[in-house]
C-alpha cells in the first residue's frame, strides 16, 4: 500500500494589488534625460581621450628632451677629450723644447758645479806641474809689468 499524504494551503489575501499612483512616467522626458547621460557619457570620455594624450605627448617630449640632452652631454665630452689631447700634445711640445737644464734638480746643480770647479783646478794644476821646469812659486817668475796709465775713463773700462 502506497501512503499519500495531501497538504491544503489557502492564500488569505489577494495576490494582485491595484497601483495606487496612475500617472505614467513620460517617455519622451525620460528618453530626453536618458539622450543627456549618453552625451555626457561621450563628452566625458571624449575629454578622457584628449587628457591622456595630452599627457602621452608631454611623456614624449619629456623623453626626446632627455635623449637630446643625453646627446649633447656625450657631444660635450667628446670634443673636451679632444681638447685636452689638443692640450696635452701642446705641452709636450713646449717642455720638449725647454732646455733640459730646468729640469735638473738645485742640489745636482751645485754638485755639477762643484764637480767643474774640481776639474777645473785639476787641470790647472796639472798645467803646472806638468813638464815646467820652473822652481818654486809660479807667480815670482813671471816679470812684473807696470800699472798702466790713470785716465779719465773709468775704471771698468780700463780694467
Not at 643625453?70 to 667628446?78: G, N, P, V
Not at 742640489?107 to 770647479?117: F, L, M
Not at 818654486?136 to 800699472?147: H, K, N, S, T
Amino acid at each position: 500500500a502506497v501512503n499519500f499524504s495531501v497538504t491544503r494551503y489557502h492564500i488569505s489575501e489577494p495576490c494582485v494589488d491595484r497601483e495606487v499612483d496612475g500617472e505614467q512616467p513620460d517617455a519622451r522626458l525620460a528618453a530626453a534625460e536618458e539622450g543627456k547621460r549618453l552625451e555626457e557619457l561621450h563628452r566625458e570620455t571624449e575629454r578622457e581621450r584628449r587628457e591622456q594624450l595630452e599627457k602621452a605627448h608631454l611623456r614624449g617630449s619629456h623623453a626626446l628632451k632627455k635623449v637630446h640632452l643625453a646627446q649633447d652631454r656625450e657631444r660635450l665630452l667628446k670634443e673636451l677629450e679632444q681638447m685636452q689631447n689638443v692640450d696635452r700634445m701642446r705641452r709636450r711640445q713646449i717642455v720638449a723644447q725647454m732646455p733640459p737644464q730646468l729640469f735638473v734638480p738645485a742640489y745636482k746643480r751645485t754638485e755639477i758645479k762643484e764637480e767643474w770647479q774640481r776639474e777645473l783646478e785639476f787641470a790647472f794644476e796639472d798645467m803646472y806641474n806638468e813638464d815646467r821646469k820652473m822652481k818654486g812659486d809660479l807667480i815670482l817668475q813671471f816679470e812684473p809689468q807696470p800699472l798702466p796709465a790713470p785716465s779719465d775713463r773709468s775704471q771698468d773700462n780700463d780694467l
